[in-house]
């Protein structure tokens, strides 16, 4: 992957963000962004760009953001929004639709005969206004995991060395891959979103991202490399984790909410036919200077947290 224009010589050339954030050992638990529901655009890697290119946004797609950004005031769920490349290229807009629900996420999906460009129409149907979606046509759904993987290299030069890669083994190891346009968490790459457990991944390589996406490997021996599940708040995923690492994989199929008081965390399930209740304190366990891009110099405050000794608490839910 070729370094962008204006990041130096090679003499002065800014280390991979990832690989500070690995010899670091920075714990990524707590990272993942918190998301009701999830619209994943299928879209050409060329349009990626334009649709980053706030300032040349018609005013039609303008509005729609606006409109999505009083949706997450007014009620305080947030959503996702990723773009991912299609099999076809040039292909009509289609757009994946995850939505929260037991267990993860429900994936349903669309397509249009719109060409890509009105992508904000997409949104509009998927995220604002699901009636529209009637005239689009729905597709039926398959089985098994998406793995959202970033190499969106023109963001950030980590994404595209160690993104590419993973993306490649999955899809050759038969997992259902997506090359994937930038989510956040630079520093983490290879990133990746999974979907339907809504797990996000960290510093994935081809082989732990094989290890991930057919479940070979115990949750333990990839306990550093988990971000957090996107359907709780940042420090409701420590306590996930916690939870992930004491059931195994099948904890996945729980359905879990929270309640978060500074930092105390309460974590309510319904799971094997039981409701349950788990409360913690989830505290900060140091800090460390990180970047937040390869591209950049600053660097970033960034907390570590754990579950506090001691604090654990469970029984039947209230």
Known sequence: MTRPAGTGSSSTR????SDVSRQLGEDPIGTAPHWEEVAVLELDVRVW???????????EQRRVFERLRGKVEESGAGFGLLMSAPEQPGGPLSVRHYTRGAGGYTRRDYRSH?????WARALTGTLLEPHRLREWEELPVPSGP?????THGTVDA?????GVPVYQALHQAGV???????????RFAA???EFPSGLLWAHLTPELARGVAHRDRHPAEVRGHLRGFAGLPPLAQVLDRELLMRHGWDWLNAERTATVSGPEVTLTYV????RGEVRARVEAAGRLAVPGSSHKAERLDVAQYRVEPGTWREGPAL
């Open 49 to 59: 760009e334009q649709l980053r290119r706030v300032e040349e946004w018609t005013p």
């Open 114 to 118: 719109l060409p890509q460009s009105e």
């Open 271 to 274: 799971w094997q036919g039981r």
């Open 176 to 186: 259902r891959a997506w090359r994937t346009g930038h989510f956040g968490g630079h």
């Open 14 to 17: 800014l280390p991979f963000c």
């Open 191 to 193: 990133t990746a979103v």
């Open 146 to 150: 998406d793995l959202h993987v970033c």
């Open 158 to 162: 980590a994404c595209g060395k160690y």
